[in-house]
């Protein structure tokens, strides 16, 4: 789960935020504000689970900032406060129960019982979603049906079955409030592939489906489902805002959307989106960039938002996934698993194409097989020479294969050469996001950079941003960030720099703090590596 702290004194806020081990405790610190307003402007762009606040803060105290946060309806059910005060005062307390906060705590707390606090909120939060999710089980029911003829617009409209002139009328017809000037981003989003998939995931698909539509609601997200029950979301982005922000929440709620689905069903799912926002008349270009984006998950791994990114198959059409055996194939291929890829190929081949009797049953039942290695292919935005060399020219030219031996040979070779192709293009990645980030890192050098906001910089998810620089760097974001730092700082004090120079050349303005930091890392003071 995610946490923010909102604290206006500044060696407080830096212990709360670094001192107490978040991480180990399976809780991701996502930000920090010192006081009430700069706290509003970071909840428009991060969706926090957990926040600590101060009541006593410059410009906007916290009991404010929580009657600010309840007015903007961002202080949710679905969120728990714990209030940090100096004040041992009835009226304080009060008002803040009042506003649904789960712990008020006095200061000097110790770090020890702050932690508690927190992970008692947490416990707390993850009671209400069970009570949530049990709720949502007992009361399943079919949607009524405006948002039935709803969701089959959407459909249609993303399908390309619904004329530009069409689009304003039906949005009124059907009670959407979209405006000619407004613009839209997508998301595509799934389960990721399980190898416990059965008659559950129906229902898990269907829990997704009512816990997206409680968190991302009209008029900014509007959600349609397939048949398959996966979820296409279009994100409504007004003319007064800017592109860049829009992003930004899209990803905030797409996060926290990521979060709850694992917190309730212990099972992860995906998201692509759209490069950007684009006029409504767009939305089947955006669908088709965020379905290509979803399916570059074979590449980074599961869990993640992933933004589309220009490729040589840009124009390539999805393709459906086959159930039963063809999936099994599918999914084993997209893993690289080129054990479970070779069992379900022979599953196929026994059900299928050995049992053919005359040489036309066989070369059909060969088409067919092709046909699944040409989508996989397709899929990916790769050509059929590019991956299979050689062993292209059986799929042009089925002629070429005369027996079942020389036919099984051929694609087990296909099979072993798609699982080597899609390692090659995962171990080969060397992606211009990271590059920009080294750029970063080296260059401001003397700012405070953490994961949250070089992602916020390049408006795309800190997941997301986590996973692809630890793919490629093979160390975390942060360690990486204070190995470069305490490089950079034993090199100035060592040329003769001071002490406070250096600390701040690497963006550390508490000195002490510096020391304390630089000693754990290279086992001596700052001063002893003076030159």
């Given amino acids: 789960m995610n946490l923010m702290i909102v604290e206006d004194e500044p060696r407080l806020r830096q212990a709360l935020a670094y001192n107490i081990l978040w991480e180990s405790h399976g809780i991701d610190m996502i930000g920090t504000a010192a006081n009430g307003l700069d706290a509003l402007k970071l909840m428009e762009r991060k969706k ?9 803060m410059p410009g906007m105290d916290g009991l404010s900032l929580l009657q600010e946060l309840k007015a903007r309806g961002l202080l949710t059910r679905l969120m728990k406060i714990i209030i940090l005060s100096g004040h041992d005062n009835f009226e304080f307390a009060q008002t803040a129960l009042k506003h649904g906060v789960s712990r008020y705590l006095l200061k000097p707390a110790g770090e020890a019982e702050i932690l508690d606090a927190v992970l008692e909120a947490r416990r707390q939060l993850q009671q209400d979603l069970e009570q949530w999710r049990r709720q949502a089980a007992l009361e399943k ?10 969701n089959l617009f959407f459909l249609q409209w993303a399908g390309g079955k619904v004329g530009r002139g069409e689009i304003l009328s039906k949005c009124k017809e059907l009670q959407i409030p979209l405006r000619p000037e407004d613009r839209i981003a997508v998301a595509a989003m799934e389960l990721d592939p399980s190898p416990e998939d059965g008659e559950k995931a129906e229902i898990q698909k269907f829990t997704l489906q009512l816990l997206a539509k409680e968190l991302l609601t009209p008029p900014s997200w509007w959600i349609a489902t397939d048949s398959d029950m996966n979820l296409m979301m279009v994100f409504v982005v007004g003319p007064e805002t800017e592109a860049s922000e829009a992003l930004l929440r899209m990803n905030a709620d797409l996060s926290q959307l990521l979060s709850r689905t694992k917190e309730m069903l212990h099972r992860t799912v995906s998201a692509g989106i759209s490069a950007g926002a ?3 008349e767009h939305l089947v270009s955006l669908y088709r960039q965020a379905s290509h984006a979803l399916q570059e998950r074979v590449v980074y791994g599961h869990d993640l938002i992933i933004p589309y990114r220009e490729t040589a198959g ?8 086959q159930p039963n055996l063809e999936k099994e194939l599918e999914i084993a291929m997209e893993t690289a698993d080129e054990v479970k890829a070779l069992e379900a190929l022979q599953g196929i081949w026994d059900e299928l194409v050995s049992k053919m009797e005359t040489s036309d049953e066989f070369h059909e039942s060969v088409l067919f097989v ?8 397709q899929k990916r935005g790769w050509t059929i020479k ?10 042009h030219n089925m002629s070429l294969l005369s027996t079942q031996t020389q036919t099984w040979a051929h694609m087990t070779r296909i099979v072993n050469r798609i699982v080597a ?23 401001e050098m003397d700012q405070e950079l953490t994961l949250h906001t070089v992602a916020d910089r390049m408006y795309i998810n800190s997941s997301y941003l986590s996973r692809l620089f630890k793919q490629e760097m093979g160390v975390a974001f942060s360690d990486y960030v204070l190995a470069r730092k305490m490089e950079r700082a034993k090199s100035l004090l060592q040329d003769g720099h001071k002490v406070y120079d250096a600390a701040r050349s690497v963006g550390y303005r508490d000195v002490s703090y510096f020391t304390k930091v630089f000693r754990k890392y290279w086992g001596v003071n700052p001063g002893e590596c003076k030159g």
């Fill in 386 to 395: 590019q991956v299979l060399g050689e062993d292209a020219k059986f799929i």
């Fill in 421 to 443: 192709y899609v390692k090659e293009q995962r171990n080969a990645n060397s992606h211009q996001v990271v590059k920009e980030i080294l750029r970063l890192v080296n260059e």
């Fill in 370 to 377: 092709h046909s699944l290695f040409t989508r996989m292919i």
């Fill in 278 to 280: 684009g006029p409504l």
């Fill in 314 to 321: 840009e124009n390539t059409r999805p393709f459906a996934i």
């Fill in 141 to 150: 029911q079919w949607l009524s049906n405006l948002p039935h003829l709803q």
């Fill in 48 to 56: 926090p689970d957990l926040m600590l606040i101060d009541v006593q």
